[in-house]
């Protein structure tokens, strides 16, 4: 795929990649470029999902969205993994960029449970994604949402995620290689800010669990509990640190 760019839109995507690079944690990396890309490719609702993998499936955790609400039905969706015909492009064992129209036609997309549960209530119609893997390894997936009296993502659009999509690869992956070679000072910086906010020791492993990126259903298992003991630590957790979703929490934390 070919497309043509103006010098100040060259010159706005080396200040971009920049400004990420400059980024030192996943909430700023992700909250930076939803704010950037608008400039050149306008989008209604943008989030950035943190990527692993579980039991041969992709997982998406801690969403960092444009929206001001906690928007969990819409994130629930993507985290409970039902976007059907996903998988072809997040499990690849590489980076790709897709637009919700490459995966089905709109006058079929119109008709999906996922269209009018979690989209249309919120007037969004088209999508474009940048699922990031480096060497099999899921990183993160970045998605940006256009109303539907809007035009679809043209292929500039695609384009220019192509262009971002490397450097993007290599500063969400140099991220995860920092939480691994700083584990051990991650871990006390969690146990010292849950000392300061009160929190039980319970409520410091799921703490540490949702910073190390685990879902729910990881996180029952792991802590022989169930969702809704989950629940009610986490209710317990957001009153003790004043935040109201995990989102908000790992920022804090890390």
Known sequence: MSSTLFDYEWQFLIQMTTRINYCTTYPETCNTFLQQIRTLVP???????????????????????????DDRLSHN???????????????LPYSSVFRQSDI???????KTRVYRDVWQ?????????????????????????????????????????????????????????DRKLSGGDGVDRILKASVNYGLTKRETEIVSLICAGKGSDEMCQVLYITHATLSKHLSNIYAKTKVK????LFALFL
């Not at 969706?77 to 499990?91: C, L, S, T």
């Not at 940006?144 to 262009?163: G, P, W």
């Open 104 to 110: 089905i036609q709109p006058g079929k997309w119109e």
């Open 245 to 248: 979703n995990r989102t908000q």
């Open 77 to 91: 969706f993507f985290i409970e993994g039902k976007y059907p015909r996903w998988d072809e492009f997040v499990m």
């Open 121 to 177: 209530p919120k007037g969004m119609f088209w999508g474009l994604f940048v699922a990031l893997v480096h060497k099999d390894v899921p990183l993160a997936v970045l998605g940006i949402q256009r109303e539907k009296s809007l035009n679809d993502f043209s292929d500039r659009d695609v384009y220019i995620m192509n262009t971002l999509k490397d450097p993007l690869e290599r500063k969400y992956f140099a991220l995860l290689e």
């Open 43 to 69: 989008y209604n609702i943008g989030v950035v999902f943190q990527a692993g993998r579980e039991n041969g499936r992709v997982t998406l955790t801690n969403p960092v969205s444009t929206e001001y609400h």
